[in-house]
Each structure stands twice: as structure tokens, then as C-alpha cells.
């Protein structure tokens, strides 16, 4: 757009006001100086009220994935919000199957809120975006009073291309399947945690955000016959698994010393008195197989950088109450339930 | 999900709480008795992390939209923030010249808010989607402290296919086009406002909120030479036109006569000091047209009950300065401007 203006975007010095998302000429400064300038693509660069793209290869499906972003605080070890909202979507459609193609965002802001702090999470965004080769086609800037808010919230929305013939569920689990992960469990959970209490530790707990959909591209080459996948984010390992046991009318059994937790990880969850299996994770796999193409799986996983930690962890068996159970270290067996409360809000 | 639940949701005295937003048992139970309850379909029903969907046909491109709500307050005379939500998303898409296929929603919920007006917004927009046949098929939800957000925030994505050769953008506009609008100006806006001001009126003004496709595919049937469509939401019908004449480096003469304003939005504007021209609309169309279509496609926007207001309102010239003009009622001519400042926040 074209509109004459006499300053441009105070982007040192300026805050978010009321103007921003009223629609008109300071709304379109925003989405000219920032977003447009961030997320050049020629789909957004058109300027329309949507963006027209090419849709994916004859036999494939689309899969869409949604995910609203609130974390706090905005900015922690390891990521912030912009570069999260990225990849949290993006691994939402490559869990599915799919590859990912194309990310809508949707901002909305609090009145007061300082341009340079926006800056930099719409420039982590881009950034995270460009490196996943998943770029923001269209967007949508709304803004919030002083205190209706609380800084940045992203929404994004994920489209993908879902090969002919793939099908992946969390109804697909069957008894004698392993089960592995991609990594430690919790790092992103308590680095936000530690942030938020100012706990500190020897060395930091860092966040393991990051998009997954290249691990998951070298997975399925290796191992076509994986059943399900899925990232345990909010609620953590513990929930994910249980939410697959549910959809597959499964049970699982769990090996509690085999399931990878950072030593600091583990310490920081001690002193709060958390369990890192309900802690979320924002760059790990859940992974169920046929038992016969677990190593497989497996060796795929290590041989990528985001999966050098994988581990198999537990198998799933008959079970018509969908009961997850683990075997700890004394020998013994506990169930592991849902999450049940709120433990750790605005993780994500 | 067969997770086991004591009590269901307390639809009646219930509020939200952070567990709703955990990602655990209690969101669970919120996605299961409400959202997919209200929202059912084989998509969303999966219960995985992405909704797998069917491609458009061969050669045609997908229309990608997305919109944040914010509107305050979230009950309107005419709508809420539900069925808001699926109407401009799904405007988005079709004034792309799309077919709206799929929504997906994201939530951002306030700590505290009833649960008995979250169902009503949630049930608003079930059947908003169900009669334009645009399913919700993925969702998300978070829920943030009391006083960092306001109630309900609402960002959705549509997805559309596009017929093949068809190209409708805000860069189309010709000299010697007729510019329509599809019928009054400012209806939404100044419900919002009155409600907002308890204002009180003769008879109450309404929002116009309705989805536009149907109306859209009618005229596209009847004038398929359309260049532009665009929903002049935010800014209102002077920040689209100007949008338009920037994106085609185009001028418009307007005749102030012409464009169609209902009496009491006209008196209301007069008492809060506001051009209905800057006021939002939510189920109005701009179009431009070539002249020598333009009594079919007002014909055919007539011939539809969301266009009966439809009139001809202006014309598109050379000017290389973008400069949208208008011809008072006095014979003379002064210039539209975008809308400079927040004239009126949360419209939408």
C-alpha cells in the first residue's frame, strides 16, 4: 500500500496502541514496516484479505492444525513466543503425517505493549519460519486495552500435504507396538518454570522448541509402519500417552528408567515438586510401532540431530480400560493418570 | 476420549478455570462436552492434533484467511462473537473469489468467564457454520489469569478453493469501473456502539454479521468480469476503498447520495460524532466491476437477501495519486481519507 505517512513506525521508542488494530492507516503501517517486512512471501505481499496458494499434488490430503499461544513470559531460554507459535503448529500437522506447507497468524496485542519487544518476536517468527521452509501467507493484527491483555497472544494455523495411502491416528496403537520418544522429557516446561521463579541452576534449563517435521520425514523413510505420533506438550508425556490409550483402546506399560529426563530437569521438578512426565515439551516425539521396526525407528531418530536422545520406552498391550502403567525402579508398578489440575498454566 | 469423569461440566453455574486450558483431564472433558459436542464432525471427531481433509479439485488453488475477534462486548444486537467469528473468516475466503471449505478456531479464554455464556457463543457458532455448511475441524484452546484477558477471544482460519483462471484482487481495479456496495453502510459498527454507549434508539440498530458466500457466488454466476471484492470490515468503506485505489494505483469519485445508510446508524453517528463511512461492516460487500457489467451484478446482488440494499455508488479513474473523492450532496467534492486514528477499537 501506498498511504503517505509522515514518520515511520517508532520501532525503539514506540508501544502498541488502540490505532494499531483499528484497521486503518496505523494498522496498515504496522503490517507494511513489521509483518509484511518480516514474512515477505508473494502470497502475503499481494496485500488481499486471504492468500491464494497452490494446492498439493493430485491424491493427497490437506491436514489443518490450530494452536493459540499464551505463553509466559513472552521471552524464555531457549525460544520466545514467535518462534513457538512456529513451531508448535508445524509440528501439529507433521505429527499427522503431512508436510507442511503454510502458516496463517493471528496476533493479538495489548495497548502499551513496546514495538521493540514486538519486533523481536515477529522477527524469532520469520526466522523460525524461514528455517522450517513453512512460510506465513496471511495475518491478522487485533489489539486489546491496557489490562484486557497480557503483551502477545499468536494464534497460528498450520495447512499440510498428507501423502495418499498415510494414516496416522492416535486410534492406530496396537497391543505389542513399542512405544519410543525422540528425547528428553520436560525441558521446555521447567525453562519456563525456572524463568518464571527465578529459579537458578548450575546450568541452564534450556527449551527444546523446534520444528519436527524433518525428524519426522527421516522416521517414516525408515520405518513407514509407524502407527501414531504425537508431541506431549501441555500435559506432557503422561497425557499424550494417555490420550492414545484412550483413542486406540489400548493399555501401555512403561519402563520408568528407560524414559530420558535431563539431570537438571529432574532437579528443578524436585524442588517444585513436579513430575517431568506432566511437564511439556515443545521439540519431542511420541512414537508408536510394530515392535518388529522398533530399532529401525530408533536408529532414525538418533541419527538426527533433534533425536540424538530417542529412546524406546515402553510397549502397548491389551488393555480394555486403557490404563498407562509404569514400572519403576524398586520393581514395582503405579498407574499414570491424565494430568489433573492446572500444574503449570501458560505453558504454551 | 474414555477418560472417567466424576461430574460432567457445570453448563449452568460453572466458570472457567486454568485447568481448562492445562491440556489435561478438564480440558479434555471441556473439548468433549462442549466444543465437540456443538461442533461435530468426522474431522474434528478423530480427536487428533490436525484435522485430515479431502484436497479441492484439480487445478483449482486454496484461499488460505484468518481473523482474530476481539469485538466488545461479546453479546451484540444481531450476533456474538460466535457466529462474528465464522461469518468475516469465512468472508475472507469468499471474496477471494473462493468456495469456504473448512474453520479452524482457536480460544483464549478468561479465567473466571461463565461457562453458560461460553456454550452460548460456542453454540452460536456451531450453527453459524452449519448453515454456510463451513465446518469447524481443528481447534485450540488456552485459558489465561483473570485480568489478562477479557472474557472470550476468538481467532479462526478459513480455507477455501479457488476455481481455476479465476483471479480476483484489490489490484484489479480499472479506470472507468462502477464501484457497488451490496447494501447499508455501518450497521455493525453502530451496534456495537450503541450497545457499548447504551444508547437507546426508536428501534434498535442490528449488526449485519451473515456470511457471503452465497451472495457472492450469485453474483459471480451473473458478472463474471468482477475484478475486486472486499468486505469493508475495520476502517469501514472508506479505509477498503482506499485500500483498493492504493493496491491498483487507481483514483474513485463517490456519489455521497448514493451509498445506502439506514436513518437511525445515520443519527447515531451524528450523536457520537462518527462517519458511517469509517464504521465497520460485517455482511456487506464492495465490488468493482467493468461498467458495462454493472447493472447485472447490481441485478444480481438484488436478487439476494443480503443484497437488497445493493446500490452503484461511484466510479474508478486515473489518478496517480490514489486519491479516493466524493461528490456531496452541495455539488461539490472532498477527499475520503483512510481512517487515521482507533476511531472505533474491538468492532470486531
Given at each position: 500500500m501506498q498511504a503517505n505517512y509522515t514518520r515511520p513506525l517508532d520501532l525503539k521508542r514506540g508501544r502498541v496502541d488502540l490505532s494499531h488494530g483499528a484497521g486503518g492507516r496505523v494498522s496498515a503501517q504496522l503490517v507494511r514496516e513489521l509483518f509484511a517486512r518480516h514474512f515477505a512471501n508473494p502470497a502475503l505481499d499481494a496485500g488481499d484479505d486471504g492468500a491464494v496458494l497452490p494446492?498439493?499434488?493430485?491424491?493427497?490430503?490437506?491436514?489443518?492444525?490450530?494452536?493459540?499461544?499464551?505463553?509466559?513470559?513472552?521471552f524464555f531460554p531457549g525460544g520466545d513466543i514467535g518462534c513457538l507459535s512456529v513451531h508448535g503448529t508445524i509440528n501439529d500437522v507433521a505429527v499427522m503425517g503431512a508436510r507442511p506447507l503454510y502458516l496463517s497468524a493471528s496476533f493479538i496485542l495489548e495497548e502499551g505493549y513496546p514495538l521493540a519487544d514486538l519486533a523481536r518476536i515477529v522477527e524469532s517468527m520469520a526466522r523460525a519460519a524461514r528455517e522450517a521452509g513453512v512460510p506465513v501467507v496471511t495475518g491478522d493484527t487485533k489489539v486489546v486495552e491496557q489490562g484486557k491483555g497480557d503483551g502477545v497472544f499468536i494464534s497460528t494455523t498450520g495447512l499440510g500435504a498428507l501423502p495418499a495411502g498415510r494414516t496416522l491416528s492416535g486410534n492406530q496403537a496396537r497391543p505389542g507396538d513399542a512405544i519410543l520418544v525422540s528425547g528428553t522429557m520436560g525441558d521446555h516446561g521447567m525453562a519456563i518454570m525456572a524463568q518464571?521463579?527465578?529459579?537458578?541452576?548450575?546450568?541452564?534449563?534450556?527449551s527444546d522448541t523446534a520444528a519436527l517435521h524433518g525428524l519426522i520425514a527421516q522416521l517414516l523413510e525408515a520405518a513407514p509402519s509407524v502407527r501414531v505420533l504425537r508431541d506431549p506438550t501441555r500435559g506432557g508425556l503422561a497425557t499424550t500417552l494417555n490420550e492414545i490409550a484412550s483413542q486406540s483402546g489400548v493399555g501401555m506399560v512403561l519402563e520408568e528408567k528407560a524414559i530420558p529426563v535431563r539431570e537438571q530437569v529432574d532437579a528443578a521438578c524436585e524442588l517444585l515438586g513436579?513430575?517431568?512426565?506432566?511437564?511439556?515439551?515443545?521439540?519431542k516425539l511420541v512414537v508408536v510401532v510394530p515392535a518388529e521396526h522398533a530399532e529401525a525407528a530408533l536408529a532414525a531418530l538418533r541419527a538426527h540431530p533433534l533425536g540424538s536422545d530417542a529412546a524406546r520406552i515402553g510397549e502397548i498391550v491389551e488393555d480394555a480400560n486403557a490404563f498407562v502403567q509404569i514400572r519403576t525402579g524398586f520393581g514395582g508398578k503405579r498407574m499414570v493418570d491424565w494430568l489433573s489440575g492446572e500444574q503449570l498454566p501458560r505453558i504454551c
Open positions: 494446492a498439493p499434488g493430485p491424491g493427497e490430503r490437506l491436514v489443518m492444525a490450530t494452536d493459540a499461544h499464551v505463553v509466559s513470559p513472552l518464571r521463579e527465578s529459579l537458578a541452576f548450575d546450568s541452564e534449563i534450556v513436579l513430575d517431568p512426565l506432566y511437564v511439556a515439551n515443545e521439540g
